[in-house]
């Protein structure tokens, strides 16, 4: 019972309104609660009407409305007038098939202490976390790792393999974690836990082989990606406190304000950031002029805040505490989110859009190389390998050094789409590996190998049948989507105590986007023509015409001065040498190349 309300208390700021608990002699549960439907009667958990059965959600239930009736007129008795209480009542009547029935996004736990049951299940996105640890005769879960940490029930310590994860992606890959024992619900599955057996299924996924076989005739994808989005914003407009959207200025988010818009009937709350400073670069980063552009076409209510490195380095201890885990791409989020908070509690984001619309850069880029390698056939895979040994033997300072990176990259590509794909997306690879990571930590990972990610294979499998931008897709919306954007909004949101929704991967406009055919997605060199043209009666060709940009820092400056005291404190030769997991002479050398230009910021930032 202690345990339990320490990890509660750990998750105030996600729940700041409520608290609630339950005991027994087999569980102790709780949540804290952000109160957004059904302000008055809505307290965790909820029991059904015998008091067998106990639920605790975080999330929303969209499509409640109707649920709520049908259960209603099968005879089930509701305590709440909330959204979630249909998952008790689904579950009295199709077990673990509930969550089948649920449009929504959430993460949530039922105790069935009939049958000694504990079943948790995450939404279809991933939107809502879920983490647990499996220890002797107990079982440990919650929404984020600190109330697992709180809950001092088990000792944390760092999972040295995620460090190598990390370190080329930029996050961590689920189901692990940052935390040894520690790991992550996957999207789309639910696990059961019966007498300490646990088991784990997957109840949804999109299907792009049958979605291939399935597609819509080019002249009706836009009318029906039209409806579909319109359908996703509307549902998740239902709020009973204030609510806004996140403004970038983008396609994404400019079409959610846009629909908000023409839905609502008083003006939508808007936010986003301006960066200040002189330097010319500022201009590419800074997307505030055209979100002002779409905020002043809906008549909407706009908020801009200005965000300087110091301002950055001030938030940043709070916002590393609030990610849980490392991430390459939170603190703006972080920002926003903060912004937000100020006047509203639930806001939309665009999140999600580059990876159901092929908006990304790699997505072109992955095209053009499966091209190349169709082209290159007659080079055998153990072609291939030999002439990789070969050029690794060349100096990297030679002259035909600078090619050796791309021809090695090129002939390891050969293997599969899954190399093709990790060489596309990593920060750093097998090479690197044996430079960047102290001697001691290569000696106690060698078996982990350099920059392994086991679930790229599974997902990779999946698709490899399918065309090369719905193979881009969904090993996107399946690793660097859910690892690093998806998770990192809700950690950073939640902790302003701010709920953010997500349209763009709505589960039935995911699978409607896979019946797209992929080059209506990417229509030549255009990215997401097919939300473009959804979404041009209503935003202006300034917007619907722009490139893709991304809702990114200029960290490259800030980390050169307001920053730089960050950067030389963590990465200094004594801290470095205090944490044994890097190379010092390595990382200094990178740290340098960074100053003068030669390496990315990202690398360093990482």
């Given at each position: 019972?202690?345990?339990?309300?320490?990890?509660t208390?750990a998750?105030l700021h996600?729940?700041?309104?409520?608290s609630?608990?339950?005991?027994?002699?087999?569980?102790?549960?709780?949540?804290r609660?952000?109160?957004?439907?059904?302000l008055n009667?809505g307290?965790?958990?909820?029991?059904?009407e015998?008091?067998?059965?106990?639920l605790?959600?975080?999330?929303?239930?969209?499509?409640?409305g109707?649920l709520r009736?049908?259960?209603e007129?099968?005879?089930?008795?509701?305590?709440?007038?909330?959204d979630?209480?249909?998952?008790?009542?689904?579950y009295e009547e199709y077990?673990t098939?509930c969550?089948?029935?649920?449009?929504?996004m959430?993460a949530?736990?039922?105790?069935?202490s009939?049958?000694?049951?504990?079943?948790?299940?995450?939404?279809?996105?991933?939107?809502?976390?879920l983490?647990?640890?499996?220890?002797?005769?107990?079982?440990i879960?919650?929404?984020?790792?600190?109330?697992?940490?709180?809950?001092?029930?088990?000792?944390?310590?760092?999972?040295?393999s995620?460090v190598?994860?990390?370190?080329?992606?930029?996050?961590?890959?689920?189901?692990?974690?940052?935390?040894?024992?520690?790991?992550?619900l996957?999207?789309g599955?639910?696990l059961?836990s019966v007498?300490?057996?646990?088991?784990?299924?997957?109840?949804w996924?999109v299907d792009?082989?049958?979605?291939?076989?399935?597609?819509l005739?080019?002249?009706?994808?836009?009318?029906?990606?039209?409806?579909?989005?319109?359908?996703?914003?509307?549902?998740r407009?239902?709020?009973?406190?204030?609510?806004?959207?996140?403004?970038?200025?983008?396609?994404?988010?400019?079409?959610?304000?846009?629909?908000?818009g023409?839905?609502?009937?008083?003006?939508?709350?808007?936010?986003s950031?301006?960066?200040?400073g002189?330097?010319?670069?500022?201009?590419?980063?800074?997307?505030?002029?055209?979100?002002?552009k779409?905020?002043?076409?809906?008549?909407?209510?706009?908020?801009?805040?200005?965000?300087?490195?110091?301002?950055?380095?001030?938030?940043?201890?709070?916002?590393?505490?609030?990610?849980?885990q490392?991430?390459?791409?939170?603190?703006?989020?972080?920002?926003?989110?903060?912004?937000?908070?100020d006047?509203?509690?639930?806001?939309?984001s665009?999140?999600?859009?580059?990876?159901?619309?092929?908006?990304?850069?790699?997505?072109?880029?992955?095209?053009?190389?499966e091209?190349?390698?169709?082209?290159?056939g007659?080079?055998?895979d153990?072609?291939?390998?030999?002439?990789?040994?070969?050029?690794?033997?060349?100096?990297?300072?030679s002259?035909?050094?600078?090619?050796?990176?791309?021809?090695?990259?090129?002939?390891?590509?050969?293997?599969?789409?899954?190399?093709r794909?990790?060489?596309?997306?990593?920060?750093?690879?097998?090479?690197?590996?044996?430079?960047?990571?102290?001697?001691?930590?290569?000696a106690?990972?060698?078996?982990?190998?350099?920059?392994?990610?086991?679930?790229?294979?599974?997902?990779?499998?999946?698709?490899k049948?399918?065309?090369?931008?719905?193979?881009?897709?969904?090993?996107?919306?399946?690793?660097?989507?859910?690892?690093?954007?998806v998770?990192d909004?809700?950690?950073?949101?939640?902790a302003?105590?701010?709920?953010?929704?997500?349209?763009?991967?709505?589960?039935?406009?995911?699978?409607t986007?896979?019946?797209?055919?992929?080059?209506?997605?990417?229509?030549?060199?255009?990215?997401k023509h097919?939300?473009?043209?959804?979404?041009?009666?209503?935003?202006?060709?300034?917007?619907?015409?722009?490139?893709?940009?991304?809702?990114?820092?200029p960290?490259d400056?800030?980390m050169?001065?307001?920053?730089?005291?960050?950067?030389?404190?963590?990465?200094?030769?004594?801290?470095?040498?205090k944490?044994?997991?890097?190379?010092?002479?390595?990382?200094?050398w990178?740290?340098?190349?960074?100053?003068?230009?030669?390496?990315?910021?990202?690398?360093?930032?990482?």
């Amino acid at each position: 019972h202690h345990a339990v309300r320490r990890m509660t208390d750990a998750l105030l700021h996600r729940g700041p309104d409520e608290s609630g608990h339950y005991c027994d002699e087999s569980i102790a549960i709780g949540q804290r609660r952000l109160s957004i439907i059904d302000l008055n009667s809505g307290r965790q958990p909820i029991p059904n009407e015998d008091g067998s059965i106990q639920l605790i959600c975080n999330g929303e239930i969209y499509n409640y409305g109707s649920l709520r009736k049908t259960l209603e007129d099968r005879g089930h008795r509701f305590v709440t007038q909330g959204d979630v209480e249909v998952i008790l009542h689904l579950y009295e009547e199709y077990g673990t098939d509930c969550v089948k029935y649920l449009d929504g996004m959430f993460a949530f736990a039922v105790w069935d202490s009939s049958n000694n049951r504990l079943m948790l299940a995450r939404d279809r996105l991933g939107v809502k976390p879920l983490y647990y640890v499996k220890a002797p005769n107990k079982l440990i879960f919650a929404s984020e790792i600190k109330a697992i940490q709180a809950s001092g029930v088990i000792p944390i310590h760092l999972e040295e393999s995620s460090v190598v994860s990390f370190t080329a992606f930029p996050a961590v890959p689920g189901p692990m974690t940052i935390f040894q024992q520690v790991r992550s619900l996957l999207p789309g599955h639910f696990l059961v836990s019966v007498n300490e057996q646990i088991t784990l299924k997957e109840y949804w996924d999109v299907d792009f082989e049958k979605s291939e076989t399935e597609l819509l005739p080019p002249e009706d994808a836009i009318e029906v990606v039209r409806e579909k989005l319109t359908q996703s914003v509307s549902k998740r407009l239902m709020s009973d406190v204030p609510l806004g959207a996140f403004l970038s200025g983008g396609i994404d988010s400019s079409a959610i304000v846009g629909i908000m818009g023409t839905l609502l009937d008083k003006p939508v709350k808007t936010f986003s950031i301006r960066f200040s400073g002189s330097a010319s670069m500022y201009e590419w980063f800074d997307d505030a002029s055209f979100a002002v552009k779409v905020a002043n076409a809906f008549g909407a209510e706009h908020t801009e805040l200005t965000v300087t490195g110091r301002e950055v380095a001030d938030n940043l201890l709070r916002a590393v505490w609030a990610m849980d885990q490392p991430s390459g791409d939170a603190i703006q989020y972080y920002m926003v989110s903060q912004c937000a908070a100020d006047e509203v509690t639930v806001a939309l984001s665009g999140t999600g859009g580059d990876e159901v619309f092929a908006g990304y850069e790699w997505f072109k880029e992955i095209s053009k190389i499966e091209k190349i390698h169709r082209l290159t056939g007659f080079l055998s895979d153990d072609m291939a390998i030999m002439l990789n040994r070969k050029l690794g033997k060349v100096k990297r300072s030679s002259e035909l050094g600078r090619l050796r990176s791309r021809l090695r990259s090129f002939l390891a590509g050969k293997k599969s789409f899954r190399n093709r794909y990790l060489l596309n997306r990593r920060l750093y690879f097998g090479d690197d590996y044996y430079y960047l990571f102290s001697p001691d930590l290569i000696a106690r990972t060698v078996d982990f190998g350099p920059f392994w990610e086991p679930q790229i294979d599974t997902y990779c499998n999946r698709v490899k049948d399918v065309h090369p931008v719905n193979r881009m897709s969904y090993v996107q919306l399946k690793s660097d989507m859910v690892n690093l954007l998806v998770r990192d909004q809700d950690a950073v949101s939640m902790a302003h105590s701010l709920e953010v929704r997500l349209p763009m991967i709505d589960y039935r406009l995911v699978e409607t986007a896979a019946r797209v055919p992929p080059d209506y997605k990417l229509f030549g060199n255009r990215e997401k023509h097919v939300l473009r043209e959804a979404v041009s009666h209503i935003l202006p060709e300034v917007i619907t015409g722009r490139k893709k940009k991304g809702f990114i820092f200029p960290m490259d400056d800030w980390m050169r001065n307001e920053l730089k005291p960050v950067v030389e404190s963590c990465l200094s030769k004594g801290s470095l040498e205090k944490r044994g997991l890097f190379n010092v002479e390595a990382v200094t050398w990178l740290k340098d190349q960074f100053y003068s230009g030669k390496q990315p910021f990202f690398k360093v930032w990482n």
